[in-house]
Every structure is written in structure tokens, then in C-alpha cells.
């Protein structure tokens, strides 16, 4: 069995890590605030270490599951000296640029990368119900496929380096076109007067464009209680990156791009930390009352 050190105990990488560790195949956890990886092995009684390098000599397959560029290139970047030998799978939601210009450093010290970001919540990915959308080179994706299938029920391989992360960004940029456009349907509905109950039924149950999205989000929409299950600045980061890939790419992409607004002017509120359907609050304070 190999052994597996998990670099991340956020939201998403604490949960990572109880999987991984009821599979038992986790070997060590590194977290920069310190406190979160003690709390971590106390709980789970897995050793953390003080620094990524030292959890990279550890392991055997080195997981990453941090914010966002500058995390993952300055982590990535602390473990190349040790790298040899060793497959990394980053699994945070990064520009696909970025990721395939770290695992080319990586190949290049002995190591194999892949990109494995994940589709679904916290929640999702304690019921194992979350999806894992890989990127890297095939031959070496057996090697990891049963860590990922310890993580969560469904592991997709897409491609080579980078395309488990461009199909997690088709994924975000639906989904953060959607919820800005929930909000600016409720919002709507309101100043027409219809009550509260009757929009969100509208939108959650009669609606031919409902969803699973629609589910989860508008009862927060309606209760105003933003806690976070995937926060507003992370929405913004992954719409900043579509746009900045979509040049590269030569894609038009309007809707991303004025959604993207909507969720800096909820940053810009107070939101940032919060869950991203806050995004409706921006549509309720700009409209004249
Ligand atoms: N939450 C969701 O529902 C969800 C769903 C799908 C995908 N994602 C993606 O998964 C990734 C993680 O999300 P999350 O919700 O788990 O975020 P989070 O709770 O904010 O956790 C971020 C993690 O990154 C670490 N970190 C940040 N900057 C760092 C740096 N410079 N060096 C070392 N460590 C650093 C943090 O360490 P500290 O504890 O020290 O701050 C923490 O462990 C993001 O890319 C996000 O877009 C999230």
C-alpha cells in the first residue's frame, strides 16, 4: 500500500484526510496554521509534520489541497528537492496553466503530477458522493486511482496534465452563472410582490431549469444565512481564472465575465468568507427600493 501524506486541512482537505485515513492509507498531514493539523492527529491519530518537504520524504504519493495558485506553486515548489520517485496529485482548484507548468518542473526533478480537483461540497465529499476530474499522464494513473477511489465514489480521467482542471472550470463556470442569475431571479420575483415561499418554489421545485444547484442554494438565498459551503472568493478566483484562460484560449465568455462582477461587489459587501449564493444580496441591495 502506498503511503500517503496530505498537505491541506481546510474545508475540503480536513475531509480528504478522514477519508483517506478510514481507508487507512494516510501516513502524515502538514497544515500551515499548525493548530488544524495538531487538531487533525489528535483526532485521527495520524503524526503531522512542521514542514511540506518533510511530509514529501514520508510519502509515496503526495496530496495538495490548498486555496489557490500562489499556495499550491509555493508549496510545490518547497518539495521539488524531494520529489524523485514520488507522484504528487493536486487536487485544489488552480489555473490549468499554472498546474501544467508545475508538474513539467515536477517530471523534470523524477516526479509525476497530476491535477484531480474536485466537483461537489464538504458535505458531498464526507458521503463520498463528491467527483474527481483527473489530468496527467495515463500510464501512471493506476498508481493513484485507488487513493482517489478512497476519496470519493467517482474518479474521471480526462487527459493529460491540465484537463482535469479545465473540465472542473466548465463545471465552475455554469455553476457561478447560475447561482449570480438564482439571484437575480429571486430578487426579481420579490419586487413583483410575490412572497418569499412562492419564488423559491418557483425556482427549487417548478422551474424547467431547476436543479441540484437550485436545491442547495436557495433555501440559503431565502434564509440569508451564508454560511459558507463553498466560499465567495473561491467563486471568484476560479472566474478570474476562466477569464484569464479564456484569452489564451480565444473563448468568448460574457456570462463569466459579468458574473464575475456580481461576486467581487458581494466580496466588496462583506461576503468574501461567506458562501458564494451571498451573490443574491448584491441584486437585492442595488435594486432602488
Ligand atoms: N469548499 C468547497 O466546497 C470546494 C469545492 C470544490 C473545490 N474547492 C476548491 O478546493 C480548494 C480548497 O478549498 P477549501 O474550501 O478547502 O479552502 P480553505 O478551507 O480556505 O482551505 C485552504 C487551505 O489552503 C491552505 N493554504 C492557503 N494558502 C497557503 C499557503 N500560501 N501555503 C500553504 N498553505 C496554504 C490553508 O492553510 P491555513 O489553514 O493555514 O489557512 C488551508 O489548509 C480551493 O481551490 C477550492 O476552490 C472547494
Redesign the pocket.
Known amino acids: 500500500m502506498p503511503k500517503v501524506g496530505l498537505i491541506?486541512?481546510?474545508?475540503?482537505?480536513y475531509r480528504i484526510g478522514i477519508n483517506l485515513a478510514k481507508a487507512g492509507l494516510l501516513e502524515v498531514v502538514y497544515?500551515?496554521?499548525i493548530d488544524?493539523a495538531k487538531q487533525f492527529s489528535n483526532e485521527f491519530n495520524i503524526p503531522y509534520v512542521e514542514n511540506p518537504a518533510e511530509l514529501a520524504k514520508r510519502s509515496d504519493i503526495i496530496i495538495t489541497?490548498?486555496?489557490?495558485d500562489?499556495?499550491v506553486s509555493?508549496?510545490v515548489l518547497t518539495i521539488l528537492d524531494v520529489i524523485k520517485g514520488k507522484v504528487l496529485v493536486d487536487?485544489?482548484?488552480?489555473s490549468p496553466t499554472v498546474s501544467i507548468d508545475l508538474a513539467k518542473k515536477v517530471s523534470d526533478r523524477g516526479g509525476v503530477m497530476f491535477d484531480a480537483?474536485?466537483?461537489?461540497?464538504?458535505v458531498m465529499l464526507e458521503s463520498k458522493k463528491a467527483v474527481i476530474l483527473v489530468g496527467g499522464p495515463s500510464e501512471k494513473f493506476n498508481e493513484i486511482k485507488d487513493v482517489l477511489y478512497a476519496i470519493s465514489n467517482t474518479v474521471v480521467y480526462f487527459g493529460e496534465n491540465g484537463m482535469g482542471l479545465y473540465a472542473k472550470l466548465v463545471n465552475n463556470l455554469l455553476l457561478g452563472v447560475y447561482v449570480a442569475a438564482l439571484g437575480e431571479a429571486y430578487n426579481f420575483g420579490i419586487k413583483a410582490g410575490l412572497k418569499k415561499e412562492q419564488v423559491a418554489k418557483v425556482l427549487m421545485e417548478l422551474s424547467s431549469a431547476r436543479s441540484p444547484t437550485s436545491e442547495l442554494k436557495l433555501p440559503k438565498i431565502v434564509s440569508e444565512d451564508y454560511t459558507t459551503?463553498?466560499?465567495t472568493k473561491?467563486m471568484r478566483?476560479?472566474l478570474e481564472i476562466i477569464e484569464r484562460e479564456s484569452q489564451k484560449l480565444r473563448a468568448v465568455i460574457p456570462l463569466a465575465v459579468s458574473s464575475l462582477q456580481f461576486y467581487k461587489i458581494a466580496e466588496a459587501l462583506g461576503y468574501s468568507e461567506q458562501d458564494f449564493a451571498s451573490v443574491a444580496e448584491v441584486f437585492k441591495r442595488l435594486s432602488p427600493r
Open positions: 491541506g486541512l481546510g474545508v475540503m482537505g497544515n500551515r496554521t488544524k489541497m490548498l486555496s489557490d500562489s499556495a509555493s508549496v487536487m485544489s482548484t488552480i480537483p474536485v466537483i461537489g461540497t464538504s459551503q463553498f466560499a473561491h478566483k476560479d
